[in-house]
């Protein structure tokens, strides 16, 4: 879906903003001021858009995303190394920049060259463009030059997901995701509407060899008829979220990848395992 950025295909590239790693919460409703603090991201390679993505802050100044938004894509042979991030609940509205290929000038004003903040893209250091399931390694953050103040999404405490799913049974287990931009992908055609979008998925497992202990395996439908809530393209990054029996919020795990047209099975890596939450800590995020 990423295109190389090389003198014939650099064009292309800034047009993938437009149908690459971008999208939103499938068959959700508008969050409007529900989820304040997970925001819109666009990364930039020597101020050059490449794609979008989602995140959420989970410290004063760490953005929480996928992998493959913040690290090396092996077609192109870079990574990112900045990142401009929108917290506007939407729809974010087009900006000056030509979509042709080249840097964003200091001119260019709003999306995609202009965010509300800039920070620094960090992979996890496993992360090696590849999705090697079960272990992908598909997580990262934004370091962010400035605080949002928008709110902190809390981390769920070591090995939450698997206690839930043997206390409930993976039936009755239900999450909250939040995103923005797809809400209709098909061949030739995708309707983005860079507005965040939230929904609800359902557990399908934690123990198959996809999910493997380090990926929640989710069905793109309702859960418990409580809103559709399917991942799609820039999802990438969002946050999985569920609600503890005590009201408190936590994040379980960031969007990761999903099937075809956006609909079927989608998967997020867990942040409730020891390698993830080894990384969140080296990037100064409190955990539970």
């Known amino acids: 879906m990423r295109r190389a950025l090389t003198a014939l295909a650099a064009a292309i590239a ?14 959700g409703t508008p969050d409007g001021n529900g989820h304040p603090n997970v925001g819109l991201s666009v990364f930039l ?31 192109l042979g870079v990574a990112p190394d900045s990142a401009q991030v929108w917290f506007n609940p939407g729809p974010i509205q087009l900006g000056t920049y030509a979509f042709d290929g080249n840097p964003c000038k200091a001119t260019d004003t709003g999306y995609p060259c202009k965010g509300e903040f800039t920070g620094t893209p960090v992979p996890h250091p496993g992360w090696n463009g590849f999705l090697t399931v079960p272990n992908t390694h598909d997580m990262g953050v934004v370091q962010l030059t400035a605080a949002p103040s928008k709110g902190i999404t809390k981390i769920a405490p070591a090995g939450y997901l698997d206690k839930l799913a043997t206390q409930r049974g ?33 557990l399908q497992n934690l123990g198959s060899h996809i ?8 069905t793109d439908s309702a859960g418990n008829g409580t809103g559709g809530g399917g991942t799609c393209f820039g999802d990438s990054g969002g946050p999985i979220l569920h609600t503890d ?28 395992n020891a390698q993830a939450r080894s990384f969140l800590s080296s990037q100064g995020v409190p955990l539970n």
């Not at 009755?172 to 797809?182: A, R």
């Not at 999910?211 to 989710?218: H, K, S, T």
């Open 170 to 202: 993976q039936q009755n287990v239900n999450f909250t995701v939040v995103g923005y931009g797809v809400q209709f992908e098909r061949p030739n055609l995708e309707v983005a509407a860079k507005t965040r979008f939230v929904g609800t998925n359902q």
């Open 45 to 75: 390679y020597h101020n050059i858009p490449l794609w979008r993505c989602t995140g959420t802050m989970v410290a004063a100044k760490v953005y929480l995303t996928a992998g493959h938004c913040t690290g090396i894509d092996p077609d």
């Open 211 to 218: 999910a493997g202990g380090y990926n929640l395996i989710m």
């Open 245 to 272: 029996g005590n009201g408190q919020v936590w994040q379980v795990a960031v969007i990761s990848f999903g099937t075809k047209y956006c609909h079927g099975t989608s998967g997020a890596f867990r942040v409730d």
């Open 14 to 27: 800034a047009v993938a903003l437009l149908s690459a790693p971008a999208g939103a919460v499938q068959g």
